[in-house]
Nanobody
Framework: QVQLVESGGGLVQAGGSLRLSCAASGTIFSINAMGWYRQAPGKQRELVAAITSGGSTKYADSVKGRFTIARDNAKNTVYLQMNSLKFEDTAVYYC????????????WGQGTLVTVSS
């Protein structure tokens, strides 16, 4: 059994910062891409940022220059540093990872709520 556990969400004022963490646990041989998605009320889930095992990154245009994704391969953990938060960043943030366990899996975290007050 492989799972992703997220932490770090909460309430923050516009212009503030938050750091999300997501740790993978279970039988893990390797982790390929890891990423963060978000889903705002009434909207579809969208990619926020992703990072490969080699460290290559990509970001949604809406967060470029404000969010930074990073990973610690030794800890099977991915982070999302969010700065200059805006009201429109309010959403449930989900961690995603492509993991080689006993078979190849795409795993999702349970989600963590980020609320930005204006």
């Amino acid at each position: 059994q492989v799972q992703l556990v997220e932490s770090g969400g909460g309430l923050v004022q516009a212009g503030g910062s938050l750091r999300l963490s997501c740790a993978a646990s279970g039988t893990i041989f390797s982790i390929n891409a890891m990423g963060w998605y978000r889903q705002a009320p009434g909207k579809q889930r969208e990619l926020v940022a992703a990072i490969t095992s080699g460290g290559s990154t990509k970001y949604a245009d809406s967060v470029k220059g404000r969010f930074t994704i990073a990973r610690d391969n030794a800890k099977n953990t991915v982070y999302l540093q969010m700065n200059s938060l805006k009201f429109e960043d309010t959403a449930v943030y989900y961690c995603n990872a492509h993991i080689l366990s006993m078979r190849y899996l795409e795993v999702w975290g349970q989600g963590t709520l980020v609320t930005v007050s204006s």
